[in-house]
C-alpha cells in the first residue's frame, strides 16, 4: 500500500489535469503516474523516463533495453519496475528466469547490476566490453537510461507505490534482491 494519500483524478487542476486526461484518453495512466501528478513538476521531472527510453531501445533494440531494465529494476528491488519488465520480457517471448543472453545483452545486465551495487566500482574492463558494441555517445545513452531507472526505482520503493492491476498475477514472480544482506553484517 502507497506510503502516500492519492488525490482522485477530479482532485487534479491546472496541468497535472490536463497531463491526466491525456494520459487516460491513451490509456496510460499508471499508480505511478498518479502519484507524481500530485506535483507536476516531479510527474514532468520523471517522464523524461520515456525520452530516454526511446534513445536506449533506438541504441541496443527491444530485447536488449528490456534485459538491460529488468537487471537496474531487480537488483535495485522495486517490486514495481521489476514486475513491469517481467511483464515486457515475457510479451517479448522470454523467459525472465531463464535468459539466454548474447555478449552485449550479458555485459548489459552486468552493467545494471553494478551501477546499482557501485556505481563508482563499474570496472574499466566492463566498459571496454560496451565498446565493442557501442560508442561512447551510445555508452552515455546507456548509463543515462540506467541512472533514470535507478531514479525510478527509488521513487516507487520509497512511497511504496502500488502494484498495477495488470501486473497482480505475476507478483508471486518478483524475487526481492538479497545482495544488500550481505552489507547488513
Same mark, same amino acid.
Given at each position: 500500500m502507497a506510503r502516500v494519500n492519492l488525490k482522485q483524478p477530479e482532485e487534479l487542476t491546472g496541468d497535472a489535469k490536463k497531463a491526466y486526461d491525456e494520459l487516460n484518453s491513451k490509456?496510460?495512466?499508471?499508480?505511478?503516474?498518479l502519484v507524481m501528478l500530485q506535483d507536476y513538476g516531479t510527474y514532468l521531472a520523471f517522464m523524461g523516463w520515456y525520452d530516454s527510453w526511446a534513445s536506449l531501445e533506438k541504441t541496443?533494440?527491444?530485447?536488449?533495453?528490456?534485459?538491460?531494465?529488468?537487471?537496474?529494476?531487480?537488483?535495485?528491488?522495486?517490486?514495481?519496475?521489476?514486475?513491469?519488465?517481467?511483464?515486457?520480457?515475457?510479451?517479448?517471448?522470454?523467459?525472465?528466469?531463464?535468459?539466454?543472453?548474447?555478449?552485449n545483452e550479458k555485459l548489459l545486465k552486468q552493467l545494471g547490476e553494478q551501477i546499482v551495487k557501485d556505481p563508482t566500482a =563499474?570496472?574499466?574492463?566492463?566498459?571496454?566490453?560496451?565498446?565493442?558494441?557501442?560508442?561512447?555517445?551510445?555508452?552515455?545513452?546507456? =548509463?543515462?537510461?540506467g541512472a533514470q531507472m535507478q531514479a525510478t526505482n527509488?521513487?516507487?520503493? =520509497?512511497?511504496?507505490?502500488?502494484?498495477?492491476?495488470?501486473?497482480?498475477?505475476?507478483?508471486e514472480e518478483f524475487k526481492p534482491a538479497t545482495w544488500r544482506d550481505?552489507?547488513?553484517k
Open positions: 490509456g496510460k495512466i499508471t499508480n505511478m503516474k541496443v533494440g527491444l530485447r536488449a533495453a528490456t534485459i538491460y531494465a529488468h537487471s537496474v529494476s531487480t537488483t535495485n528491488g522495486c517490486m514495481l519496475c521489476s514486475l513491469f519488465f517481467i511483464s515486457d520480457l515475457k510479451e517479448l517471448g522470454l523467459d525472465p528466469e531463464h535468459l539466454e543472453l548474447s555478449e =563499474v570496472s574499466d574492463e566492463l566498459l571496454n566490453g560496451l565498446r565493442k558494441f557501442y560508442t561512447d555517445t551510445e555508452i552515455i545513452i546507456i =548509463v543515462g537510461f527509488n521513487f516507487n520503493s =520509497v512511497l511504496g507505490v502500488d502494484v498495477d492491476k495488470r501486473l497482480l498475477p505475476l507478483k550481505a552489507l547488513k
